[in-house]
């Protein structure tokens, strides 16, 4: 019942960009905080932007200025624009809840690839 699906991932050329789309189930966008997090190689999974139930968003100092958050009118999908991108931001990139301590937070999706590269 729960589910969520990135996709829009790609290569792309430094100063290119990308953007992503997580598509979310039942009202799980609407009723919690929302976050794009991501994961390079050998680093650890941070979390890159979140956008609360009521709009307000919030963004780690390395993508700021460069990515948005934001979510379509019926809060049924999240959307991530990256602009600007830099070999830096290379990741599998998913979406979750902000709260990774509740139980719906389990339920990660397949992530969606971003290379960025010349």
């Known amino acids: 019942q729960v589910q969520l699906v990135e996709s829009g991932g790609g290569l792309v050329h430094p100063g290119g960009s990308l953007r992503l789309s997580c598509a979310a189930s039942?009202?799980?966008?609407?009723?919690?905080?929302m976050a794009w997090y991501r994961q390079g190689p050998g680093k650890q999974r941070e979390r890159v932007a979140l956008?609360?139930?009521?709009?307000?968003?919030n963004y780690t100092d390395s993508v700021k200025g460069r990515f948005t958050i934001s979510r379509d009118n019926a809060k049924t999908t999240l959307y991530l624009q990256m602009n600007s991108l830099k070999p830096e931001d290379t990741a599998v990139y998913y979406c979750?809840?902000?709260?990774?301590?509740?139980?719906?937070?389990?339920?990660w999706g397949q992530g969606t690839q971003v290379t960025v590269s010349s």
């Open positions: 956008i609360s139930p009521i709009g307000i968003t």
């Open positions: 979750n809840l902000v709260n990774l301590q509740t139980p719906m937070a389990r339920y």
């Open positions: 039942g009202t799980i966008i609407s009723l919690n905080a």
